[in-house]
């Protein structure tokens, strides 16, 4: 690390918070997609229950009775919120893939061209 100039390593630190970054952004966007997963499956089998069954809900840390109805329109509000999120998370994650590589290039481009010998002048 002593022979690597300022330059390139602030652009090493630079690559590994990204690195962090595109960590944080892909383990979110998974848990999303999981939650999400899971409530399409409670959508589907609610499908199968009668429209007068009793339906019971998680609200915060009660369990309530709730229409067949409005347990299915809690479950898509869900749904599409979380679904924009992994759309957002999709488009971060791009974004920050795109600079991780662009940043990865330059860092070996500095790498190559000083652990190469001088040419003739």
Do not use: H
């Amino acid at each position: 690390m002593e022979n690597i100039p300022p330059k390139v390593q602030n652009q090493l630190a630079m690559l590994q918070q990204m690195q962090q970054q595109l960590q944080t952004v892909v383990s979110q966007k998974a848990q999303y997609e999981l939650t999400i997963r899971e409530a399409r499956r409670a959508v589907e089998d609610l499908a199968d229950v009668p429209e007068d069954a009793a339906v019971f809900m998680n609200v915060g840390s009660v369990m309530m009775q709730k229409s067949k109805e409005q347990v299915l329109a809690s479950l898509n509000e869900r749904i599409e919120t979380l679904d924009l999120r992994v759309k957002s998370l999709e488009k971060q994650e791009k974004a920050l893939q795109g600079r991780f590589e662009q940043l990865s290039s330059q860092i070996r481009g500095a790498l190559e061209g000083k652990q190469q010998p001088p040419g003739p002048a």
